[in-house]
C-alpha cells in the first residue's frame, strides 16, 4: 500500500513539473514524420496555420503552438516572451525532439530566429513568414535599441481603451495586414479575444527583442516568405537592412500579399513551405 502511494506521489509531482514547464503555451500535435515547430504571430492561435497543417501533417509531425494569452489559453506574467522562450526550449528537449524544423509567422518568426541564435544544434532549419529581427525598427522612426518600459502613458491607455475601440483598432490593422477579405471576421474574432495585458505588455517584449546582431550566431539554414505589400521596393530595402548580419538567408516575395502570407497567397505559401522543408 506504502508503495503504491509514493508512485502515485511521484506521477503527481511530475504532472505538476510537467504542466508547469508549459505554462506559456498549449500545443496541438498532427501528423507524423519529420517534426515542425508551428509558431504563430501576435495575438492569433495556433488556428492561423490550419489550412497549412492540413497538408504538411500528410508527411510532417506538426506541433501547433499557442502562446499564453492567445485563444483559450491563459495569461501569465511577464516577462512573458522571454518565459515562452525557454520554455519551448525545455520542452524540445524534455520530449527529445529530435531536429524540429521552426516554422514562425511575425512574432512567431522573430522567435525562431531568437531560439536559433542561442541554441545552435537543437534545430535543423527555420522558416520565417513576414518577420523580422527588429519590429521596432520597423515601427520607431530612428530606433538605436532604447528599451521600452512595460508602464508608461501609451501602454496605460491601451489598458484602459474599452471594447469597442479596441475591436474598432482591431478592425482597422486586420484590412492593412491580410488582403483576403474573407478571413478578416476570424482574424478580428482572435485579436478581440487576446488577453489585453499580454497585448500591451508581451507587444513591449517583442518591441524590446533586437536580434539584429545576435541573428550572425545562426548557423542552421534561414528561409524567409515575406510579403510584398505595400511596396515590393521599400520592402526588399527593409529585408536586406535588417538581415545583413545574416547574409546566408534565403528570402522570397510573395505576390500580391500583405502580412497573413498564408491567406492571401495560400497556394504559393504552402507549395514553398513544402519546398522548403525537404
Not at 502511494?5 to 505538476?16: D, G, H, V
Not at 530606433?143 to 521600452?148: E, M, P, R
Request: glycine residues 4%; proline residues 5%.
Amino acid at each position: 500500500m506504502k508503495t503504491k502511494f509514493f508512485f502515485l506521489s511521484l506521477c503527481l509531482i511530475f504532472t505538476f513539473h510537467y504542466a508547469k514547464a508549459q505554462k506559456s503555451f498549449q500545443v496541438t500535435i498532427l501528423g507524423k514524420g519529420e517534426p515542425i515547430l508551428f509558431f504563430p504571430g501576435f495575438g492569433c492561435p495556433g488556428e492561423v496555420w490550419e489550412e497549412t497543417v492540413a497538408e504538411i501533417s500528410k508527411t510532417n509531425e506538426c506541433h501547433v503552438f499557442t502562446f499564453a494569452g492567445f485563444g483559450n489559453v491563459p495569461p501569465i506574467d511577464t516577462p512573458w516572451l522571454n518565459t515562452i522562450k525557454n520554455e519551448i526550449i525545455t520542452y524540445v528537449k524534455d520530449k527529445k525532439i529530435q531536429k524540429p524544423i521552426l516554422i514562425g509567422h511575425s512574432l512567431g518568426g522573430t522567435l525562431s530566429l531568437w531560439l536559433s541564435s542561442l541554441e545552435n544544434n537543437l534545430f535543423k532549419k527555420a522558416i520565417l513568414v513576414d518577420a523580422l529581427p527588429c519590429t521596432a525598427a520597423l515601427m520607431i522612426p530612428n530606433y538605436k535599441g532604447d528599451y521600452i518600459e512595460y508602464d508608461n502613458p501609451q501602454s496605460k491607455m491601451m489598458l484602459e481603451m474599452d471594447k469597442s475601440a479596441f475591436e474598432q483598432m482591431n478592425i482597422q490593422t486586420i484590412s492593412f495586414m491580410c488582403l483576403n477579405k474573407s478571413k478578416h471576421t476570424i482574424l478580428a474574432k482572435w485579436m478581440n479575444a487576446v488577453d489585453r495585458k499580454t497585448y500591451v505588455y508581451g507587444y513591449i517584449d517583442m518591441l524590446n527583442l533586437d536580434l539584429r546582431k545576435e541573428i550572425s550566431k545562426i548557423k542552421i539554414p534561414v528561409v524567409i516568405l515575406a510579403a510584398s505589400n505595400p511596396s515590393l521596393e521599400v520592402v526588399k530595402k527593409t529585408y536586406e537592412s535588417q538581415y545583413q548580419n545574416l547574409p546566408s538567408a534565403t528570402i522570397q516575395y510573395a505576390e500580391k500579399s500583405a502580412h497573413f502570407v498564408m491567406y492571401d497567397q495560400t497556394e504559393w505559401f504552402i507549395n514553398s513551405i513544402k519546398k522548403a522543408i525537404q
